[in-house]
């Protein structure tokens, strides 16, 4: 069956109606982005909200001390290694960029802590950049709908650049997120509430031949 992805995008877009376009500091995004790793949302959300308490800005967090950080991101994945990474990538942005969040990718990427997927978020929802940010999410239901037949976020990330439109990349991130969190979960998704599942894998082998 033929995948397109503008309807793809559109039938997400009407099932979850997702946010997108609301752009935040970016300094807050690429810091988030970096204690997202290995850990749920909502840890990552409160870890955030206490750590921009003490140090709100590039300046405070580049002059802090790294285990009152990993202290105030607890129980964040990696905390501690996680704190002397935050305080070292502040450092570099600082003495480097002059406290500016650089917006080239391979500048971004010689920041410690900061892989492509950290990147293409701080680009697209931080600096309002055509970035597609390939998380567990957007890998997994990418997979699950055929728009691409990939098991590395790197590979998806090409094939998923050259199928979607430049225009409607930043919408894929957000849309695959929300969409993933409510209606396609990794696990019991929620098919009978899709209307896609004609196009998925996974409802076919696991649904759809009952």
Known sequence: ???????????????????????????????????????????????????????????????????????????VGFYRTKAVTLVKAARMIEDKYHGNIPDRLEDLLQIPGVGRKVAAIVLSYGLGKDAIAVDTHVQRISNRLGLVRSKTPEKTEVILRRKIRRERWNEVNAYF??????????????????????????WRKNEGSR
């Open 177 to 202: 997120v929300s969409f993933g969190k409510t209606i396609c979960t990794p696990k019991r998704p929620k098919c009978n509430l899709c209307t896609l599942r004609n196009y998925c894998s996974y």
């Open 1 to 75: 069956m033929k995948v397109n992805s503008d309807m793809i995008l559109d039938e997400i877009e009407r099932m979850v109606r997702p946010h997108v376009g609301i752009w935040d500091d970016p300094f807050r995004i690429l810091i988030t982005a970096i204690m997202s790793t290995r850990t749920k949302d909502e840890v990552t959300d409160r870890a955030s909200l206490k750590l921009f308490c003490i140090f709100p800005d590039v300046r405070d967090l580049a002059r802090a001390d790294a285990k009152i950080v990993a202290d105030l991101i607890r129980p």
